[in-house]
């Protein structure tokens, strides 16, 4: 043994190596245990917390499985899942959708002793398809009927999954299944509803083929039976104007007593004549026309002996033998301006309808700030209701085209029962008292001469009946024979109105307007009356669209032609496409339209309107503000429907539709427009409205 250095080493000395030795091992092993009880209270911490986060997440599952659950029974379904070679496990749903108890455990042969029996082998065939041959990948979805324990029959839908092993082999299958017999249901249903919409449409679709050939058949019929009306509405019209105008020519002629109260009783015979061909002919169109006025100063005694003679001839040679008595109460004005052929209008039918339903008729004329007249027809058979007052107002034929005439003149019909089963109707007209001043003689043109017109009429007896009415007003008269004779003579002379018939040979009026519209001379502005049979809304528009400024029905009434050469020749600035500045219809009936103390506001406020949007509109040009400019124009184009004023219409067209309307002519004529419309509308205000 060799001596180490350590045993050369004093015994105190080594002694003292020895303790510092153990106590620095005594340190190192309080250091370990130290370190080793500070990593156990670690572990012991990190266990605490690992059991708390268990806990939690077993509260958290528990919770997510009870939401599951929950939204299993809300959504009708069940989840299964099974392992190889254990059972099978699926959710409490399962057992509410089979309809079992809870508590009763689900397997696959319960399962398939469930499964209806046309179904178990469809069902058999699928598992088998599933299990053996399909691929881990894919989702199997089939559907089958259930016979649940208590006996009803429900549809259910699954969709499974199953998963395999490295080497192929089934390991696990999961999925989910629900109650779709509702759904089922439901789908049949909209699918019922669906065939039936397509039967439907195909039926519908049938039925608007036959629809439309039975309306294409239809229009064919209509167009026949309105061409068919249009030529007899001509036919009677035809020889009808002639008639009267003839007798209103033989009227101004001077003859003896005796032979004037048979010429009056023709003209009353040949008026009421006119009046039935046009209800016929308003029955037969299923239409109502409007009622134009064209008052003159009247003799309301002379019109009531006038009828009074006349229904004593016409009763005299009826059967029905009913008399008719006319009495004047207080006195009535000398004239009064009124329409005097429609207010006989209106008392035939009255009058014609009191002998005819009820025998004798007693007429009452009073004065009362207008004409009131009232009419007993004795003998009436039954109490009329106010329901009965309603329906024979507007049934009877007699008494609805009387309705229209009364109404026109602002007045109303009251038909009333009194307790001796009378009948009796109140006309309260506003007819005004006339000043002899309005009486007018002959007309004068624009330069305050003899004016010339042109008349192209076919028929001798029409021509020869307008050229009367022409010299009576005081015109010299040239006449053409068809539309290219008037053509002709339009162009190759300054008429001041030309009156066209519409239906004339070689070419027709509205024909001939269009050639005298084309035509670049100064003549192609001359204002062109249409004078026509027919009387259709339709037609007349049509006319006016083809250039013609007015148009004038058969049998054409001295009052009614002379305010439509009134207005024609009326000063106007610079002409326009339809030489006229106003349709005179619709210029009277926006006025008719109100009561009379409103009409001269109306004017007013129409004159008011053309000067403030014409000022905005030059300011709009003078700006270069387009949109401003055309807002302006859109305004005078509604005030200018409002009164039929068609020059300005076409006037404003002209500027919308111009590629530069704020420069230079179209700006300048809606100018001119304006101002001629500004002065003409005053002027026929007082020529045809005001002391109406």
Same mark, same amino acid.
């Given at each position: ?110 399962? *398939? ?104 058949? &239809? ?32 009227? *101004? ?119 009131? *007249?009232?009419? +007993? ?37 009251? +038909?009333? &029962? ?93 024909? &001939? ?15 062109? *009356? ?97 949109? &401003? ?64």
């Amino acid at each position: 043994m060799t001596d180490t250095p350590f045993d050369d080493i004093p015994l105190e000395k080594r002694a003292q190596i020895l303790e510092r030795r153990l106590a620095r091992a005594q340190a190192a092993l309080a250091d370990a245990e130290t370190a080793l009880e500070g990593r156990m209270h670690e572990l012991d911490q990190a266990n605490r917390d690992l059991q708390r986060r268990e806990s939690e997440l077993a509260e958290r599952l528990d919770i997510e499985s009870a939401k599951l659950l929950a939204a299993q029974r809300v959504g009708g379904f069940a989840t299964i899942y099974a392992e190889r070679g254990k059972p099978y496990h699926s959710s409490v749903q399962l057992n509410r959708i089979l309809g079992v108890a809870e508590d009763v455990t689900i397997d696959p042969e319960y399962l *398939i002793s469930l499964i209806h029996p046309l179904d178990r082998g469809r069902i058999s065939r699928s598992s088998v398809q599933f299990f053996e041959q399909m691929s881990a990948d894919t989702d199997h979805s089939f559907e089958h009927r259930i016979v649940r324990p208590d006996g009803e029959l429900r549809w259910l839908s699954w969709k499974l999954r199953k998963e395999v092993g490295a080497d192929g082999t089934f390991q696990s299958v999961s999925g989910s299944v629900r109650d779709i017999t509702e759904s089922r249901a439901n789908q049949r249903a909209v699918r019922a509803l669906q065939l039936r919409a397509e039967r439907r449409v195909i039926e519908l679709d049938r039925l608007s083929r036959t629809l439309a050939k039975s309306q294409a058949q &239809a229009e064919t019929a209509l167009k026949a039976r309105t061409d068919f009306l249009s030529y007899m509405a001509h036919q009677f019209r035809t020889p009808l104007n002639t008639l009267t105008g003839m007798m209103d020519l033989l009227s *101004i002629e001077e003859r003896s007593a005796e032979d004037g109260q048979k010429l009056a009783f023709a003209t009353r015979a040949a008026e009421r004549l006119g009046s039935l061909v046009n209800e016929v002919i308003d029955e037969a169109e299923g239409r109502s026309t409007d009622v134009t006025l064209f008052p003159n100063p009247t003799d309301l005694e002379q019109l009531a002996e006038q009828t009074q003679d006349y229904w004593d001839r016409a009763s005299s040679e009826s059967e029905d033998g009913g008399v008719l008595t006319i009495a004047i109460d207080g006195a009535l004005p000398t004239k009064a301006f009124v329409d005097a052929s429609r207010l006989r209008e209106a008392l035939d039918n009255l009058i014609g309808y009191g002998l005819s339903a009820a025998g004798d008729v007693k007429l009452d004329m009073t004065w009362k700030d207008g004409l009131c *007249i009232s009419m +007993i027809a004795g003998r009436l058979a039954a109490d009329i209701d106010a329901q009965g007052k309603k329906e024979l107002a507007a049934t009877e034929p007699q008494l609805r085209r009387a309705g229209r005439i009364i109404a026109a003149m602002q007045g109303v019909i009251d +038909i009333s &029962a009194s307790p001796a089963a009378t009948l009796v109707v109140s006309l309260p007209l506003q007819v005004h008292e006339a000043d002899d001043a309005k009486e007018t003689g002959f007309l004068r043109n624009k330069a305050g001469d003899q004016p010339t017109i042109l008349i192209a009429e076919d028929t001798e007896s029409n021509r020869y009946v307008i050229t009367g009415f022409c010299e009576r007003l005081g015109c010299r008269v040239e006449t053409a024979v068809n539309g290219l004779e008037a053509v002709e003579a339009a162009l190759s002379q300054q008429f001041d109105a030309i009156l066209m018939d519409v239906q004339m040979p070689v070419m027709t009026g509205e024909e &001939a307007v269009r050639h005298i519209r084309a035509s670049d001379l100064p003549q192609s502005r001359t204002p062109v *009356i249409g004078v026509t049979a027919h009387s259709l809304q339709a037609e007349r528009d049509r006319l006016l669209a083809s250039g013609m400024s007015a148009c004038l029905a058969k049998p054409i009434q001295l009052a009614e032609l002379r305010a439509a050469l009134t207005t024609a020749m009326m000063p106007q600035d610079g002409g326009n496409e339809t030489g006229s500045l106003f349709d005179l219809r619709r210029f009277r009936e926006a006025f008719e339209a109100l009561p009379v103390q409103f009409r001269e506001k109306f004017l007013a406020a129409v004159r008011e309107d053309l000067l403030n949007y014409g000022s905005k509109l030059e300011a709009a040009v003078a700006e270069k503000d387009t949109d &401003a400019a055309d807002r302006q124009a859109h305004a005078l184009k509604g005030i200018a429907g409002n009164i039929g004023a068609i020059g300005l219409l076409a006037a404003i067209a002209t500027f919308r539709e111009a590629s530069a309307p704020l420069d230079g002519e179209p700006f300048a004529l809606l100018k001119q427009k304006i101002a001629a419309t500004l002065e003409a509308c005053g002027d026929l205000f007082e020529a045809m409205i005001k002391d109406q």
